[in-house]
């Protein structure tokens, strides 16, 4: 059978197996996916022994995307402007890295929860990895004007910088908050939930037609989208569906076929409402 990998530290909960599995199933494509736990230190030479045994494609998580960009013979320009990797594909003895998190985010918010997010004015908080991976693709997607406030308010000048739209792509601080009016899209990209934390938000942000996102699902998205929901948002949409998206198209680039998603959304949806 074909084998494959998510690495990431930790990993031992990823659903990333557990997704291609059942992509694999419904495409009739006998496939092998493991987790592999690797730190830093230890990632460049998990993924050589990966690739002695076989292995021809990987997915890769935090904290080793960037990682994952470095080592790559080739990457895609989505790859570039992300500064990250996701997924790996084994080619002529090479690694060759894209990243699909974006793609995925964009396809969730637009088939899946039927967003149309031209034109929406979007704050998007936090400036860390997976702000970077996905806001390239929310250009991309038409939204309108892009705020970014994060703690350290250097990465979030850094990220507008990046992205290379100064017309359209505002860095702000986060004491600026109250005086920045309402938003019609609100992502959380920070991993500050993960601890239970959130920066203060003021009510202001939202309006009733405004969606609030956050990156992560189970746990770690509750105090956002708890703090949404509270405060009257149209709606409060976790990374869970971001999750199977981004699979997908992974899933696309080794297979060459795209997988039914809403089977296994459901399934996944059901143990992490
Ligand atoms: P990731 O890949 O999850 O984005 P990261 O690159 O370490 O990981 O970025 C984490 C993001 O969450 C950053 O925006 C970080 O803010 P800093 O740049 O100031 O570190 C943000 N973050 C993490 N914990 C936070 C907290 N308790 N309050 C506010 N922001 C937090």
């Known amino acids: 059978s074909k084998h494959y990998a998510v690495f990431g530290h930790p990993v031992a909960h990823s659903l990333s197996p557990r997704i291609h599995a059942a992509f694999g199933k419904q495409a009739g494509i006998d496939l092998r996916y493991e987790a592999i736990d690797a730190t830093h230190e230890a990632f460049f030479d998990a993924l050589e022994a990966f690739a002695a045994a076989g292995g021809l494609g990987a997915n890769v998580t935090l904290p080793l995307k960037e990682s994952a960009f470095a080592l790559s013979a080739t990457t895609t320009e989505r790859a570039r402007r992300a500064g990250a990797v996701n997924t790996l594909v084994r080619l002529d003895g090479?690694?060759?890295?894209?990243?699909?998190?974006?793609?995925?985010?964009?396809?969730?918010?637009?088939?899946?929860?039927?967003?149309?997010?031209?034109?929406?004015?979007?704050?998007?908080?936090?400036?860390?990895?997976?702000?970077?991976?996905?806001?390239?693709?929310l250009l991309d997607a038409g939204i309108g004007d892009?705020?970014?406030?994060?703690?350290?308010?250097?990465?979030?000048?850094?990220?507008?910088?990046?992205?290379?739209?100064?017309?359209?792509?505002?860095?702000?601080?986060?004491?600026?908050?109250?005086?920045?009016?309402?938003?019609?899209?609100?992502?959380?990209?920070?991993?500050?939930g993960r601890d239970g934390t959130l920066p203060r938000l003021p009510m202001s942000l939202l309006g009733p037609r405004s969606s609030a996102v956050d990156l992560s699902y189970g746990e770690a998205a509750i105090?956002?989208?708890?703090?949404?929901?509270?405060?009257?948002?149209?709606?409060?949409?976790?990374g869970l569906?971001?999750?199977?998206?981004?699979?997908?198209?992974?899933?696309?680039l080794w297979h060459g076929v795209r997988p039914q998603t809403d089977e296994v959304y459901a399934q996944l949806r059901d143990r992490h409402a």
């Open 241 to 252: 569906g971001m999750l199977v998206e981004q699979a997908a198209e992974s899933f696309a």
């Open 146 to 192: 892009l705020f970014i406030v994060n703690r350290t308010p250097e990465r979030a000048d850094a990220l507008a910088d990046a992205l290379g739209q100064p017309g359209r792509v505002h860095p702000r601080y986060l004491a600026d908050l109250p005086s920045l009016g309402e938003f019609s899209l609100l992502i959380n990209a920070t991993s500050a």
């Open 94 to 137: 090479q690694w060759h890295g894209d990243n699909t998190d974006g793609a995925g985010l964009v396809r969730d918010l637009t088939q899946r929860h039927g967003l149309d997010l031209r034109q929406r004015r979007t704050l998007l908080i936090g400036a860390g990895g997976a702000a970077r991976g996905i806001a390239p693709s």
């Open 223 to 238: 105090p956002f989208l708890a703090w949404a929901r509270a405060h009257g948002a149209h709606e409060a949409i976790d």
